[in-house]
C-alpha cells in the first residue's frame, strides 16, 4: 500500500506505480514485505532493498532459487526500478508507462529517493527509540518508580 493512502486515504496515479515496484522486489528476492524479517535492522523489504542498494549490493536480494537462470544485469535493473518506483512521494515516482520504458530500455536510470515505508535501524539487536530507549520488540517502554515509599 502506497505510503500516502495509507496516511491520509489520498488517490494518486501513482498508487499502482509503488505497488508495482513492491511486487517486483517480491518476485526477486521471494519474500512477501509485510513477512519480511532480517537480523541485523527491522526494516521491511523495501527498506531493505534500499540499503543494499545504497551499498552497491543489490544482487544480494535475489532469490537463491532463481541460480543461474537469470539475467543478472536485467534483475538489477529491476530492483533499481522497483525502488524508483516505490519512492516516498508521488511526484518522484514513474509512470506506469515510463516504467516499462525502463524495464525494456538498457540506458541510464535516475537515482531512486528514500522510499516510503523506510522503518529504522537495530542496533545491538535492539530498535532505537527517539529518546535512546531500547525494546528488542519495538513496544513501548515505561518507566515506573514506586512513588508512595518515598515520603
Not at 499502482?16 to 541485523?40: M, W
Not at 549490493?57 to 537469470?70: H, M, P, Y
Not at 516505490?86 to 516504467?99: E, I, K, Y
Request: glycine share 8%; charged share 20%; hydrophobic share 35%.
Amino acid at each position: 500500500m502506497a505510503p500516502e493512502y495509507a496516511k491520509d486515504c489520498t488517490f494518486s496515479i501513482k498508487l499502482d506505480t509503488y505497488s508495482f515496484g513492491v511486487l517486483i522486489l517480491e518476485i526477486v528476492c521471494g519474500e512477501k514485505n509485510r513477512r519480511f524479517v532480517h537480523k541485523e535492522h527491522c526494516n521491511n523489504l523495501i527498506g531493505h532493498a534500499w540499503g543494499l542498494q545504497n551499498e552497491g549490493n543489490s544482487s544480494q536480494l535475489v532469490d537463491k532459487c532463481l541460480g543461474e537462470s537469470i539475467d543478472v544485469l536485467q534483475v538489477l535493473r529491476s530492483i533499481h526500478v522497483s525502488l524508483l518506483c516505490a519512492q516516498n512521494h508521488p511526484v518522484d515516482r514513474p509512470t506506469m508507462t515510463s516504467v516499462m520504458m525502463m524495464l525494456e530500455s538498457e540506458g541510464p536510470l535516475p537515482s531512486p529517493k528514500e522510499p516510503g515505508f523506510y522503518v529504522g535501524k537495530f542496533t545491538d539487536g535492539f530498535y532505537e527509540g527517539l529518546n535512546g530507549e531500547k525494546s528488542i520488540n519495538e513496544l513501548s517502554i515505561t518507566m515506573l518508580s514506586d512513588t508512595q515509599n518515598e515520603s
